[in-house]
């Protein structure tokens, strides 16, 4: 009768595809139509070529879920932790010399020098910024991403300075980013809720040791 019970949503970029979202109305749970969202989501009932990869991110709270996508091969791979807390700029070690921050802004107007004079979308496409940082009114941080793993605590206390939150700060923080991690909550940050877990097809992924992600629906 047209009643909407669940939906799902899957973003495909190269090679790689990732479930954002897969949710169905309690009612309806356990009936099947998960596993037929997911499948018409992800590229799961064919064979697929051997560096094409299916990923997402599970509650861990949800072992319904992480069994059912573990079923297909997309197997927990890495924890992903929530952390709160107040960030100032001194409870984090400072950028290293040579090292600055640009503003988006700057780089799509050209501002402050160097080439990025019109080219944020091409600089985005060609590097993923490969050193971008976020920092959000709301105190989110995220997503952020460097080449040096040692980059990511100076560079989260750079962004502490670009933004002042109205309340706590909070991050998303992979368990394997121990760079981050440790300072943070040597910082007084601490653990929130349950875990998201990194569940993959393959054993390989983002770089989550130089990555701290926005969401759990979009990596």
Do not use: K, N, W
Request: charged share 20%; proline share 9%.
């Amino acid at each position: 009768g047209g009643e909407v019970v669940g939906f799902g949503m899957a973003v495909r970029r190269g090679r790689s595809t990732f479930l954002s979202f897969l949710f169905v109305v309690p009612g309806r749970q356990a009936r099947g139509v998960g596993r037929a969202l997911l499948l018409r989501c992800l590229p799961l009932d064919r064979e697929r070529a051997p560096d094409e990869t299916v990923a997402t991110c599970v509650d861990a709270i949800q072992p319904i879920s992480t069994g059912l996508y573990a079923s297909y091969g997309i197997v927990p791979r890495t924890p992903i932790l929530s952390l709160t807390g107040r960030l100032v700029p001194d409870d984090l070690p400072a950028l290293p010399s040579g090292v600055t921050g640009r503003s988006f802004d700057d780089l799509r107007d050209g501002a402050g020098g160097g080439d990025g004079q019109g080219r944020l979308p091409d600089l985005l496409e060609e590097l993923d910024i490969e050193a971008l940082g976020y920092a959000q009114p709301s105190g989110r941080l995220g997503p952020l991403y460097v080449r040096d793993a040692g980059l990511l605590a100076p560079a989260m206390g750079h962004l502490a300075t670009v933004v002042s939150p109205v309340d706590a700060s909070s991050v998303l923080v992979p368990g394997c980013a121990d760079r981050a991690l440790v300072p943070l909550l040597a910082a007084g940050f601490r653990i929130e809720g349950q875990p998201g877990l990194y569940c993959s097809t393959s054993a390989s992924g983002p770089a989550f040791e130089r990555y701290l992600p926005a969401s759990y629906a979009l990596l």
